[in-house]
């Protein structure tokens, strides 16, 4: 009967301490999207800061592999206009 009542306690201490945290969580996000209201009214472009945040959140080497699929994709969609290299060849502007 011991490890019952203790087992319930444990549960519910758990339990409590995930329902804290989800407020807390809750909160943070209403501070993250006070900021971004604040950049916004400051002139700032919001999607663009959250997309600054989430690469910096990458390292360089992820990033620079993702930067690189885009470029490709892009180019082979033609949304990457080509332009004449000074010896002739013709390059993609990336």
Do not use: C
């Not at 002139?43 to 945040?53: E, H, Q, W, Y």
Request: glycine content about 4%; aromatic content about 4%.
């Amino acid at each position: 009967m011991a490890d019952t009542t203790v087992a319930r306690d444990q549960l519910r201490s758990i339990v409590e301490r995930i329902e804290r945290l989800e407020e807390e969580k809750q909160a943070i996000a209403g501070d993250i999207r006070d900021v971004y209201a604040e950049a916004k009214a400051n002139g700032f472009d919001v999607k663009t800061l959250r997309k600054v945040v989430r690469l910096r959140k990458q390292d360089s080497t992820q990033r620079e592999e993702e930067e690189a699929m885009l470029s490709l994709y892009l180019h082979s969609l033609g949304m990457v206009p080509d332009f004449e290299a000074a010896d002739g060849e013709t390059r993609a502007a990336v």
